[in-house]
């Protein structure tokens, strides 16, 4: 076998392995071996660039490009259900459908309804080409870099199959519970904004401009509509059993009905087993099977009417509020939280309720010892919806307040007009220092990621650290004293393998000394001082000290520095501690400016240059490119305009953006004419 047919082969193989793994839940080969064989296919396609292939298995990892979404008209207008919300109501939509058939024999598909977004899929010739959102129904977002990174869509089918040249199918883009619920820990981790529910954690990861966050986060995909001239079944139900054939994932928890009694069997079976599912449901889907029945009924403008949702209650519980207590955030936004008598809600024990904010707790009109109605709807966070009325009596007991004093730190609590937060002020507060230390530690900042927010509580509980910069004088002795002989002498620890774990914490603190200044700058923690403006305000001064006397105008001279970043950094520095933690940060050798290397490899080829990276390259990668551009003082930027200054072109530039670069008269440059610019 040459090395191009084993790079067609690898291809076919993951696909297969990836849908065993993915779509049929049934891997026939390790992780290791999965590895093995998508590392040489990578290796084999970077010597090979010219068999790109965006439906490579190699492509689900995302690609660093940006996403700026594309809005397509869709082909087929996708229409939504009308909801039913009770069983009369599904009896009028089942004797509608009797009526228009005219007395002809039906059945009726049931399905789940699935929460997650909608998502429709074009392929070619058995290859992915297109995936668009459902946008207002006439026209959606182009997101196919993004679903090129869910594992159980297929990119390419397999050869052979009896699916039509042409066709769309249809579906539900999901975030499953367990990955929801470990993205939400994350993101609480980092202080940041929880996801109210895995249906927005779905529609945030897929909306997302970087490839990468999506192909990170593990969305799922069910498909339940296939459209198009020439698909081979003639009922809805036969065609998702050869959309099942072709590799897509079909729910297994669909069924054909004959008759009201069985549609009503499934509604109350699922009502309650669906808890037991992996990812949300919101109700049940009835369609008529016939596809020339279907046609028969037609649609109405917004619906079809061969089809209805029937929505699920969500189910309500009564129990008593005991307590409210106030939870101060990382950023230190302080929510009210409940505390009632425990109860079963949807399969799980419920004993705390978030009441979100001061003027919802304000309109609840809670009083201690209340009734209380609990609801789990899509929200995975239970929440209470009202006072039980029916128990509602003269002697109530004390009315729940939002309290005006930090309970952490006693300091008075502020709230902004037209914000719904009321926040802690002082930045010295214990969960604001501990949310400061997470930050410097996580992945993007200092990246030691051999601490984790338990140990950073614990030392800080032990008076070990204050803020970040204490991390650089731990000591092994610190960290581990050793223990006294009778005598009160320290007795010497001899074993190697002892206390690896606080080793390994040294060992990574010491590590993110090699971390570059712009990380540096990022970890601070400066507010509004994101990655991006941590990496201009660097690379622009070239120093803490530069920075720390820089003038408001000379930031604002920076490109992507504003007003409230500009004068944000010049607050901070106007601060006492945070001088000292700089000083502090500098005594332990921690990088506070761009070294020799960096500076040197500086210059301003590319100042005030606009240049779009497309294409696969021989002699660096991607990345290496966009870091090359920004040394020079360039600007990468993911769409061709106008504006764009070149192209830096490599093999298999798209199509549409050569076309576009031609019309726009916008100059492509070639990967070697790109590096000798350089030389
Ligand atoms: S069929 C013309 N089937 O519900 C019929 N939709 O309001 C088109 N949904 O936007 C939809 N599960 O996102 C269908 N099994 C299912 C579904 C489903 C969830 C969503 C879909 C659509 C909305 C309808």
Known sequence: MTEKEELLS?????????????????????????????????????KYPELFDANSPTQRVGSDL????????????????????????????????????????????????????????????????????RGDGTQGDDVTENVRTIRSIPLVLPEGLDYPDEFEIRGEVLMPFDVFEKLNKERESKGEQLFANPRNAASGTLKSKDPRVCAERKLDAYLYYLLGDGIPGESHYDNLQCAKRWGFKISDEMRLANGLDEIFEYINHWDTERHHLPFATDGIVLKVNSLSQQRSLGLTAKSPRWAIAYKFQAEQVSTILREVTFQVGR?????????????????????????????????????????????????????IVGVDEQYISDDRGEKVEFVSLCPECGTPLVRNEEEAATYCPNDECRPQLLGR????????????????????????????????????????????????????????????????????????IEESKNVPFERVLFAMGIRFVGEIAAKALARNFKSID??????????????????????SVINWFAEDR???FVEKLRRNGVQLALTETELSAQSETFAGMSIVISGVFQHHSRDEYKAIIEQHSGKNVGSISAKTSFVLAGSNMGPAKLEKANKLGVRIVSEDEFLSMLK
């Open 437 to 508: 230390i997470e930050h410097f530690i996580s992945r993007k900042a200092m990246n030691i990621d051999s601490l984790g927010p338990e140990t950073v509580d614990k030392f800080f509980s032990d008076g070990l650290i204050h803020d970040a910069s204490d991390l650089y004088e731990l000591t092994f002795d610190k960290l581990c004293p050793p223990p006294l002989d009778l005598f009160g002498n320290p007795i010497p620890y001899n074993d190697k393998k002892e206390h690896l774990l606080e080793k390994n914490i040294l060992a990574g």
């Open 331 to 383: 950023t230190g936004v302080v929510t009210p939280v409940a505390n009632m008598d425990p109860v079963l809600l949807a399969g799980t024990i419920v004993k705390r309720a978030t009441l979100h904010n001061a003027d919802v707790l304000a309109s609840l009109d809670l009083h201690i010892g209340d009734h209380v109605l609990v609801e789990k709807g899509g929200e995975i966070i239970p929440k």
């Open 578 to 580: 945070n001088l000292q």
């Open 546 to 567: 530069a920075l720390k006397s820089a003038t408001l105008e000379q930031m604002l001279e920076v490109n992507g520095i504003g007003m409230v970043i500009a004068q």
């Open 10 to 46: 690898l291809r076919q193989s993951l696909h297969q392995h990836n849908y065993n793994y993915y779509v049929l839940n049934a891997p026939t080969i390790g992780d290791q071996e999965f590895d093995m064989q998508m590392h040489r296919l990578q290796e084999l396609e970077s």
């Open 66 to 133: 940006s996403n700026e979404f594309q809005t397509v008209v869709h082909k087929r207008p996708m229409l939504s259900l009308s909801n039913t919300y009770n069983q009369q109501e599904v009896s009028e939509f089942y004797h509608r459908v009797e009526e228009g058939l005219k007395g002809d024999a039906f059945q009726i598909c049931c399905e789940m309804k699935f929460d997650g977004l909608s998502i429709s899929l074009h392929y070619e010739k058995g290859r992915l080409v297109r995936a668009v959102t």
